[in-house]
């Protein structure tokens, strides 16, 4: 026959794991009467833990606590968005400080072609006045006698003289002119005028 003798571990045992099952039975039996809605645990057991010191005191859930969260959340939204605007306010400033300098810098542009233009005007008027002398003193030469042409034109600048006989429309008033001048004046003036 076999004996079933009570000692004291199997006792000791039989007694926690009870005590486990009946701890579990109660909790599940307060988490289905929270989930049905007739008890709050927060409500019944918080303000014991509170006073035994495991918890902190809770504090109450009211409709001025609720708007003040409301409102700080409101707060730290608009400050974003305030720091969101400062932000993007100051991207603008930079980029009209960027257009407004492209913009004086094409101005100087602006000016500086214009005034490029204006003096190329003023050479091209020049030169063209200049050309003009030219062709008239090229018309008296060529209208004097070739003597008297030849002997004025060895006075003058050799760059002016090419200039003038360039600029005559007979070839054969030029080379009349040249055979009246002075041989080594008349070689000189052929050799430049031909580069």
Known sequence: MIKYGNSGKTNILLIIVLVIILFGAIFGMLYLAEAVGLLSMKETFYPLLAKVGIVKKVQPVTGALLESEILKQREEFL?????ELQKFDEDLKKKEEDIKN??????????DFMDKEKAFINKQE???????KIKKLAFYFASMKPDESAKILENMPEELVIKI???????KTVAVIFMKMDKVKASELLRKMSR
């Open 165 to 171: 006989l360039k600029n005559m429309s007979d070839q």
């Open 79 to 83: 400050n974003s968005k305030e720091q």
């Open 126 to 132: 020049t030169a063209e006045g200049e050309l003009e």
């Open 102 to 111: 492209r913009l004086i810098a094409l101005e100087q542009k602006e000016q």
